[in-house]
């Protein structure tokens, strides 16, 4: 079991940025963003494995970078550019599999097994 704790959610205007952290409580594999507007489905955002591979939803490409501090295990996901379409909760996951680092897989929900609470992100005009 890993524990997966968010922060760094807040409310911003457009234009503006947030950096999210998550902080595991043990080694995993694989760790990506997700988020989820009111009505919407959920939807992977940036996900990165072990070695660094990343991939990114093309809503946030060039504007959100993830990265990762493996000594700390901490999953990082720097929001720049912020617009009002980037408001949702935002969860970070965890997998200790490998197969998650294919493209395909590191942003689907079925790749992962562990779940942070959440923390909201609500960017205004």
């Known amino acids: 079991r890993v524990d997966l704790v968010e922060s760094g959610g807040g409310s911003v205007q457009a234009g503006g940025s947030l950096r999210l952290s998550c902080t595991a409580s043990g080694v995993t594999y694989c760790m990506s963003w997700f988020r989820q507007a009111p009505g919407k489905e959920r939807e992977g955002v940036a996900g990165?494995?072990?070695?660094?591979?990343?991939n990114y939803a093309d809503s946030v490409r060039g504007r959100f970078t993830v990265s990762q501090d493996n000594a700390k295990l901490t999953l990082y996901l720097q929001m720049n550019s912020l617009k009002p379409e980037d408001t949702a909760m935002y969860y970070c996951?965890?997998?200790?599999?490998?197969?998650?680092?294919?493209?395909?897989?590191?942003?689907?929900?079925?790749?992962?097994?562990?779940w942070g609470q959440g923390t909201q992100v609500t960017v205004s005009l």
């Open positions: 996951a965890a997998a200790r599999g490998t197969t998650c680092s294919s493209p395909r897989w590191l942003l689907s929900e079925v790749s992962y097994s562990y």
């Open positions: 990165i494995d072990y070695s660094g591979n990343t």
